[in-house]
């Protein structure tokens, strides 16, 4: 999905083929969206493990909530608000069986991050030091608020038009545009912290 626009007309004609009992037309919209959804989820909960157990989930409430919905609405938007909330649901039950809450990191994580900070950067990183760095951006992205996680995730890594985050955020463009950045300004604070460590 990252870096194209969702076709309204399209969805609309898969959409109203799957509220007449369509099977096929659901399927299509499943291959059409799935990656879409697989990203969310793995942004959001962090347990590659849960990725595909949680997407199915999305998609079985889009399902049963498809002939419900409202056919002249954008059905991109309304998709992603589904599999917003159900990652939000699971994070809360997610956090019931947990000591420390998505959004915190423990003591020996933050040791880590140091570490990683303080290693030498001047060569070219190893397949090793690029996979630690990309661990540690999501980790970074972890400490973020939900809402501004959310932001980030739609705008600067699914490449989501401004008009379309504010409908899947249900507030104005220019309120989305000011959630996104807040949510860039908050992540630059906290990435600007980790270099200070490895300055030091």
Same mark, same amino acid.
């Given at each position: 999905?990252?870096?194209?626009e969702?076709?309204? =007309?399209?969805?609309?004609?898969l959409?109203?083929?799957?509220?007449?009992?369509d099977?096929?037309?659901?399927e299509?919209?499943?291959?059409? $969206?799935?990656?879409?959804?697989?990203?969310?989820?793995?942004h959001?909960?962090? $347990? /590659?493990?849960?990725?595909?157990?949680?997407?199915?989930?999305?998609?079985?409430?889009?399902?049963?909530?498809? /002939?419900?919905?409202?056919?002249?609405?954008p059905?991109? /938007?309304?998709? $992603?608000?589904?599999?917003?909330?159900?990652? $939000?649901?699971?994070?809360?039950?997610?956090?019931?069986?947990?000591?420390?809450?998505?959004?915190?990191?423990?003591?020996?994580?933050?040791?880590?991050?140091?570490?990683?900070m303080?290693?030498?950067?001047?060569?070219?990183?190893?397949?090793? =030091?690029?996979?630690?760095? @990309?661990?540690?951006l @999501?980790?970074?992205?972890?400490?973020? /608020?939900?809402?501004?996680?959310?932001?980030?995730?739609?705008?600067?890594?699914?490449?989501?038009?401004?008009?379309?985050?504010?409908?899947?955020?249900?507030?104005?463009?220019?309120?989305?545009?000011?959630?996104?950045?807040?949510?860039?300004?908050?992540?630059?604070?906290?990435?600007?912290?980790?270099? @200070?460590?490895?300055?030091?």
């Amino acid at each position: 999905m990252a870096g194209r626009e969702p076709s309204f =007309e399209d969805d609309r004609e898969l959409v109203d083929r799957c509220q007449k009992g369509d099977e096929l037309a659901f399927e299509e919209l499943v291959r059409k $969206y799935q990656q879409a959804v697989f990203n969310l989820v793995y942004h959001n909960m962090r $347990y /590659p493990n849960d990725i595909e157990d949680i997407s199915q989930k999305v998609f079985s409430k889009i399902y049963f909530s498809l /002939p419900k919905f409202d056919n002249r609405r954008p059905f991109f /938007p309304w998709l $992603y608000r589904i599999a917003i909330n159900q990652c $939000y649901d699971e994070l809360r039950r997610a956090r019931r069986r947990r000591v420390h809450t998505f959004t915190e990191l423990s003591l020996i994580e933050s040791d880590s991050i140091e570490k990683l900070m303080n290693e030498n950067t001047s060569q070219p990183p190893s397949d090793e =030091e690029s996979k630690e760095m @990309h661990a540690l951006l @999501h980790k970074v992205l972890d400490q973020l /608020p939900a809402p501004q996680r959310t932001a980030i995730l739609l705008r600067d890594i699914e490449s989501i038009a401004y008009d379309q985050v504010a409908e899947i955020l249900q507030c104005s463009e220019q309120a989305a545009r000011l959630k996104v950045f807040r949510a860039r300004a908050r992540l630059k604070e906290l990435m600007e912290k980790a270099l @200070h460590r490895r300055g030091r």
